[in-house]
């Protein structure tokens, strides 16, 4: 079983730069979420991915975009970036209804914004 | 706006003790919960759910969830150092399959 990657590691952009992130799901798992964690907080959610379809968003601007393949794996794009949003950024995938609290997270990607 | 509220800490706990985490939740309609453990620098790993009033066991980890009070709770029992650890309280439910995560109990088990 393969477990959810996620790249960069680590990115350092400058303000205004556009950013994108990748993710690949557990096998077996159709559905992906996407999470923001700020220093001290708990993971914020921002969207989430199923069958290649959005399937719920939290607060956040038009500026963060996503999409998902066929094969289940996600982007994040964020463009327009602010120094606001540096932060480590959460890939998790789970499987869909009941059991989509049940999430395995990516290692996650360190973004700066400078 | 679902709300999951957790006392940020820290929960300073010396080894071999019973550590107590808990979390309350504002939405009535929540149906499922977990908690996930994250180490510092690393990602949220779950370690246990919980969907149904009562007492759930794990090795040394109990979920203990109470809906009439809207609260669940966490124990880990004979608490080792390697335990220290922020530990995320989550709930789903109330029309939505998609997690609330509250800001998490950083736990320090000290030798």
């Known amino acids: 079983e393969t477990g959810v990657t996620q790249s960069p590691t680590h990115l350092i952009k400058t303000r205004g730069q556009q950013v994108t992130l990748r993710c690949s799901s557990q096998?077996?798992?159709?559905?992906v979420s996407w999470y923001q964690q700020a220093l001290g907080q708990g993971p914020q959610f921002i969207f989430q991915?199923?069958?290649?379809?959005?399937?719920g968003r939290g607060n956040f601007p038009p500026r963060f975009s996503g999409l998902q393949f066929p094969n289940y794996s996600s982007e994040l794009n964020v463009n327009a970036l602010e120094l606001d949003d540096s932060a480590l950024y959460l890939c998790?995938?789970?499987?869909?209804?009941?059991?989509?609290?049940?999430?395995?997270f990516g290692p996650g990607t360190r973004l700066t914004v400078t | 706006q679902k709300e999951v509220e957790q006392n940020s800490g820290p929960l300073s706990v010396p080894e071999g003790a019973i550590a107590s985490l808990n979390c309350t939740y504002s939405?009535?309609?929540?149906?499922?919960f977990f908690w996930y453990r994250q180490y510092s620098g690393k990602s949220p790993e779950l370690i246990m759910s919980?969907?149904?009033?009562g007492d759930k066991e794990d090795g040394r980890f109990t979920a203990q969830l109470n809906k009439a009070s809207q609260y669940v709770s966490l124990l880990i029992r004979d608490s080792q150092p390697s335990d220290s650890a922020t530990y995320l309280c989550?709930?789903?439910?109330?029309?939505?399959?998609?997690?609330?995560f509250g800001r998490g109990t950083s736990l320090i088990v000290h030798p």
């Open positions: 989550a709930v789903t439910g109330g029309g939505s399959y998609i997690p609330t």
């Open positions: 998790a995938s789970s499987l869909a209804g009941l059991k989509s609290g049940e999430q395995y």
């Open positions: 991915y199923y069958r290649e379809e959005e399937n």
């Open positions: 919980i969907y149904s009033n």
């Open positions: 096998s077996g798992h159709n559905t």
């Open positions: 939405d009535r309609g929540s149906q499922s």
